[in-house]
């Protein structure tokens, strides 16, 4: 089993910055990929940055350009720098990762990220 737990979300003004967190244990040499997805109240999850397979990095068209994904593969972290933060990024952040032998999906408990003045 893999544990993910996210830390760094909370309140930030428009056009603010934070970065979230998401530090990997247990299992970690099972995981395939990892990344951000995030749910809004009455929208489906949606990816937001992942990396994959061939440690490449992807997008969401929304955060092109304001988000930035990277890793700490001795720490097992996976951060996701968020700048000139909008309303419409208010979500809850989850830190997804893949087992590469059983396909099977972890989740973190989701970190909540609020933009409004």
């Known amino acids: 089993q893999v544990q993910l737990v996210e830390s760094g979300g909370g309140l930030v003004q428009p056009g603010g910055s934070l970065r979230l967190s998401c530090a990997a244990s247990g299992n970690t040499f099972s995981i395939y990929v990892m990344g951000w997805y995030r749910q809004a109240p009455g929208k489906q999850r949606e990816m937001v940055a992942v990396f994959t397979s061939g440690g490449t990095t992807n997008y969401a068209d929304s955060v092109k350009g304001r988000f930035t994904i990277s890793r700490d593969n001795a720490k097992n972290t996976v951060f996701l720098q968020m700048n000139s933060l909008a309303p419409a990024d208010t979500a809850v952040y989850y830190c997804?990762?893949?087992?590469?032998?059983?396909?099977?999906?972890?989740w973190g408990q989701g970190t909540q990220v609020t933009v409004s003045s």
């Open positions: 997804n990762a893949w087992n590469r032998y059983s396909l099977q999906a972890y």
